[in-house]
């Protein structure tokens, strides 16, 4: 995947990928998340799909709105790199040094989904698994991932694996699907 791609990646991503089956983590306010794992388009294993896909869009809202997204995207130099996403949100590690393990995690909804003042791109100081064990135990909370003050806190927040019938639905596509 970091051939293609063209940068290395975190070894927390990598050892996230390697320990955990694809699933979603559940967090304990907002909508899950699910860690981009390598598609399969046309019978092969495709790394880049999801990432392109991310990518696009969030270029495509800083085209129209520039204040809004204050980092290169990927594969400017130093640009946001995806790595997970929620039904109405995606997640990118915000490159701020050439270290990949120090990279940081910014929240987007692409401006797409937006909710009042919420921000278009929203900020964490720490890394993908970091990020992922504080969403799900409630130490912090994404206005991005959760935009409703007043929603109740889940009861059970964690990992849910899916099943096989599950991630080919999500992740097999042909040529033609997007």
Same mark, same amino acid.
């Given at each position: ?28 306010? *907002? ?20 990432? +392109? +896909? ?56 692409? *401006? ?14 720490? *890394? ?7 969403? +799900? ?38 040529? +033609?699907?997007?």
């Amino acid at each position: 995947m970091e051939d293609e791609l063209g940068s290395p990646l975190p070894v927390d991503y990598k050892e996230l990928l390697r320990n955990f089956p694809p699933g979603v983590f559940i967090p304990h306010w *907002g909508t899950s998340i699910i860690v981009h794992a390598p598609m399969v388009v046309n019978g092969k294993i495709d790394y880049l799909r999801q990432f +392109t +896909t991310e990518v696009e869009e969030l270029s495509d809202w800083r085209d129209l709105h520039p204040e809004d997204v204050r980092h290169p995207i990927h594969p400017e130099p130093g640009g946001l790199i995806p790595w997970a996403r929620s039904d109405r949100a995606c997640l990118f590690w915000v490159r701020n040094s050439p270290r990949p393990d120090d990279w940081t995690v910014a929240v987007s909804s692409g *401006g797409i989904w937006r909710y009042d003042d919420e921000p278009v791109v929203e900020e964490f100081d720490c *890394g993908a698994v970091e990020f992922l064990t504080k969403v +799900t135990s409630g130490a912090i909370r994404s206005r991005v991932l959760a935009p409703d003050e007043n929603e109740s806190p889940r009861t059970s927040p964690g990992f849910s694996p899916l099943s096989a019938e599950e991630w080919a639905s999500i992740s097999v596509k042909n040529s +033609t699907e997007s």
